[in-house]
Structures are given as C-alpha cells and as structure tokens.
Nanobody, 121 residues
Framework: QVQLVESGGGLVQAGGSLGLSCTIS????????MGWFRQAPGKEREFVAA????????YYVDSVKGRFAISRDNPKSTVALQMNSLKPEDTAIYYC??????????????WGQGTQVTVSS
C-alpha cells in the first residue's frame, strides 16, 4: 500500500519562500512518477508540478514556472517542492501525488492528506 505524507506547509508573507516535502512508503520510490497539486478555497484541484521517476524530467503549470522547483531523492524516498516568490494566489492546500508508469500527466493513483500553505499580502 503506497502512502504519501506531506510536511512543511505554513504561513509566509508574499515574496517569501517555503519548502514542502513528501515521504513515500509502501513501495520503491523510483517506480513512481511524482507530482504536486493544490486546491484553493472554492476552486478545483489543479496540477502544479511533476517529476519523472529518475528525476531527469520535470513539468510545471505556467503560473509557477520560474518560481517553484520540484525535486526528488529516491534513496531517501522523498519528493520536495521549493516555492519561491510566493504570491497570495498560491494559497491552497498542497497535495503530494504519485502515479504508476512514465507519463508525467494524467490520472494519479495515490494521494497524500495535504498540507496548508497560506501566503499573506
């Protein structure tokens, strides 16, 4: 049973930085494509970033390109999302997700419980 646990959310001022981490258990981390999603109040959940199984390929939604960076450490079974130049509109619950296969986009099979990120103006 794959389990994903996020950590690192919190409150930050606009323009600040915050790092999120996701710990993977129940399987070998390198077999999973990993992604981050977010859901703001009153909005649908949206894709933020994804990283290939090896970490060589990444993909971002346009609104975070140049500000966010996804990375992974397979031996440690962790995935990180470094968020810089944060804006109030980045406020959301952030979810770690995983999918089998090699494609970065599409249906994700496993989800964490989410961690709150709040950016004050």
């Amino acid at each position: 049973q794959v389990q994903l646990v996020e950590s690192g959310g919190g409150l930050v001022q606009a323009g600040g930085s915050l790092g999120l981490s996701c710990t993977i258990s129940g399987t070998t981390a390198s077999t999973l494509v990993m992604g981050w999603f977010r859901q703001a109040p009153g909005k649908e959940r949206e894709f933020v970033a994804a990283i290939s199984r090896s970490g060589d390929d990444t993909y971002y939604v346009d609104s975070v390109k140049g500000r966010f960076a996804i990375s992974r450490d397979n031996p440690k079974s962790t995935v990180a999302l470094q968020m810089n130049s944060l804006k109030p509109e980045d406020t959301a619950i952030y979810y770690c997700a995983a999918r089998e296969g090699i494609i970065l986009q599409g249906h994700y099979d496993y989800w964490g419980q989410g961690t709150q990120v709040t950016v004050s103006s």
